[in-house]
């Protein structure tokens, strides 16, 4: 028993523990967007559902030795794979720098073949260990129930999931949560290896095949008895099959998708959502009576209520709150689905195919999600209509009518089930009033754009919006004499405005020319290019085609692009990526590179570690000024920025600006080699409040390629910036800072 417990824990805590580790080495290469998470799931689902079809076809079709022998070949060819890899890459799991995309042609597709060259095969082996090794058990011990080996591989899975953000991602690195990974591995064949030993010296070389057993079969046999639960399923009850896991699968990912692109894409909102699907799929399939109609939909009602709020306050929003909403739609809803999957559970005999087909669920979720709600819906329609179809499920276990029921418990059911068609169709509804004011949406990989009309009363305030997610990212007036107002976060008294202002002057007094080269990480509607004059040279670095296209013009909304007398160059890509290409021709000497990097309200955490800052550095001008945008509902990252500028030896400022008419509240971290750039006459005009800080003591945290943690970042409370940190403080007066350090070369991300 104890070899069958420690396989298929440890199998089960390697699979779910990788997951998120893949995801990180995927996610600098693709901008960081939360797209990244949900292609990766679309490979584990696909993954799982051939594991689970091979361990169904090995269990049910070939004899025990034969059975032990093809397994354990598999695992030798696996365990040789990421031997190979690590020998010829130095890390077994690590993506090979010829996996960077080189443009954005089918991204998802990319995407899941690094996947399967880097960790595949292992994954796979994975995948087939819980139904086949309990199959084994079985057949080993046909008097020992296998109950405890499925709960085993339950507690695995939640115990990874659970464990990386908290315990693993802050602090240990990418490198080495690889390695430890590959040890677990070796581990995990050696359990087989015991494992299939046990078979071949109990089991006759002549024994037939048995059908595979399961914990879940175990209590399917103890329930399911009755005439209609022993006839073969049919078409509609497979298909209903189908429906019920694709509901929840698509449920998964859409939450996932809705919390990452408001606050961060990375492991500590990623497994929240996959943590409370699994604890549904555990309570629901260990015993009927866990899931029962009456409180499931009334929770259900609720929790539809709570997203919908939450949708209505937007970013303002707590994100404790906008967790606990989300996760409760997301826990009642797949409860539901779940719940209705298991009551329509056939015979035993037939349960290979029953878990079959809710993988092919999973899997169908996982493709909706990723290639067709991008390809058919502008915004994130999948989310609203996953909820809707949940209330429908629930509508309809309500409609059974039970055998014996009174007049009042009738009459409270059926409005139960009227509420449940009224919050199925407010949450779309109110989706739809929203889209009411949008003159053009766009959606892709990087997320959704949309172009708003607002104020079209008022000739002076008639404005179009560019939104990505549920974040303003700029706006232009529509009146011809308005058009070229700096605007949102770029006005002249706004951090990037200061260090353009300050710069210039400076340039005066050395009498150098005024003309300022400037880079600036993240497009917009390119309401920055408002700040630039004659002789200016501006680079911009933009991944996301669709914000490229609509600020050079496309569809007449904005044109702050082609108004400017700066002569103004756009380059497609990940910023990150295309400065190192860039470096290798040389530095391009900014005397000014911006960072307005967000995804919605979310951070690419990549275009914020130490190497990436030191990659900046790399590219100013001796003089030059590295300009942080870090304005962000839920995060604080003030003592990231400090930290990278006292390791680099940088001056500091932090320029804060409260929203007034033109201007939207913004807070900016200015960087600069020189100690005095900061002390400069400009930093005293305007309405934004300037701080000269420094880092007082050890860094609370640091962030590098290897090692980062949005939870290390999360603001508690509402304080502003800097203000519920004691290692921060303003620095004295014409302070002396030492010297830069030499930058050095910094790695790929």
Known sequence: MVRYALAIFTSAFLLFGVQPLAGRYALPWYGGTPAVWTACMLFFQAVLLAGYAYAHAVA???????????????????????????????????????????????????????????????????????????????????????????????????LALLGYPFLVEPWVGRSAQAWGWAAGFVLFVLFVLACARDLLRLAPATSAPEPSTSASAEAVSEEASTASASQ???????????????????????????????????????????????????????????????????????????????????PALGLGWQVLFHASALFTGAMVCHGELYRRRPAPRYLSAFYLWVSVGGVVGGVFVNLVAPAVFTTYWEHPLALAACCAVAFAGLMRKPKEETAVARTQRLFRGALLVGVAVHLPVLVLTDLGRVRFAARNFFGV??????????????????????ITHGWQYIRPERRSLPTAYYTT????????????????????????????????????????????????????????????????????????????????GDARISLEKELEQGSRQFDVLALDVFSS??????????????????????????????????????????????????????????????AVASSWMLLSRDPEFFWGPTFGKGKARVRRLVLRGEPEYVWTDERSSVLQALRPGSQGPAAAHPNVTDAPARAQVQPAQPVVQPASP
């Not at 090979?96 to 080189?102: A, I, L, S």
Request: proline content about 6%; glycine content about 8%.
């Open 449 to 470: 754009v949309r172009v708003l009309e607002l104020s079209a009363n008022d000739p002076q305030q008639h404005q179009y919006v560019l939104r990505h997610g549920a």
């Open 601 to 662: 309200d979310a951070i690419p955490v990549h275009l914020l570690t130490q190497e990436a800052v030191a990659l900046y550095l790399q590219h100013l001008a001796p003089q030059g000024v590295l300009a942080m945008h870090i304005s962000n509902q839920h995060l604080d990252l003030v003592p990231i920025s400090l930290t990278h500028a006292r390791a680099a030896g940088l001056s500091a400022a932090l320029v804060a600006r409260d929203s007034d008419g033109d």
């Open 60 to 158: 049910s079709r070939l004899r025990p030795r034969a059975q032990a022998a093809l397994h354990l070949s598999l695992l030798v060819v696996a365990l040789a794979a990421l031997a190979a890899r690590a020998s010829w890459t130095g890390s077994p799991l690590a993506p090979g720098d010829g996996w960077r995309p080189v443009d954005d042609h089918l991204p998802v597709l990319r995407l899941m073949g690094m996947l399967a060259a880097t960790l595949g095969l292992p994954f796979f082996v994975l995948s087939t260990t819980g139904p086949l090794l309990q199959s084994w058990f079985a057949r080993a011990r046909p008097e020992r129930s296998p109950y405890v080996l499925y709960a085993l591989s339950n507690a695995g899975s939640l």
């Open 232 to 314: 073969r399923p049919g078409l509609g009850r497979t298909l209903t099959w189908l429906a019920l896991s694709t509901c929840a699968s698509v449920l998964l990912l859409a939450t996932t998708n809705k919390l990452s692109q408001d606050v961060a894409a990375g492991p500590f909102l990623w497994v929240m959502p996959l943590a409370v699907y699994l604890v549904t799929f555990i309570l629901a399939f260990s015993r009927e009576s866990f899931y029962a109609r009456t409180p499931y939909s009334v929770g259900l009602i609720a929790s539809v209520v709570l997203v919908t709020y939450a949708h209505k306050e937007g």
């Open 493 to 572: 008294d706004a951090g990037l405005g200061l260090a353009l202002a300050e710069q210039r002057r400076w340039r005066q007094a050395q009498g150098l020319p005024s003309g300022l080269r400037v880079g600036m990480l993240g497009l917009g509607v390119g309401n920055s290019a408002t700040l630039m004059a004659a002789g200016d040279d501006v680079r911009f670095y933009e991944i996301n085609p669709d914000i490229i296209d609509l600020a050079k013009g496309q569809g007449g909304f904005f044109s702050t692009l082609t108004d400017t007398p700066a002569h103004v160059e756009v380059v497609e």
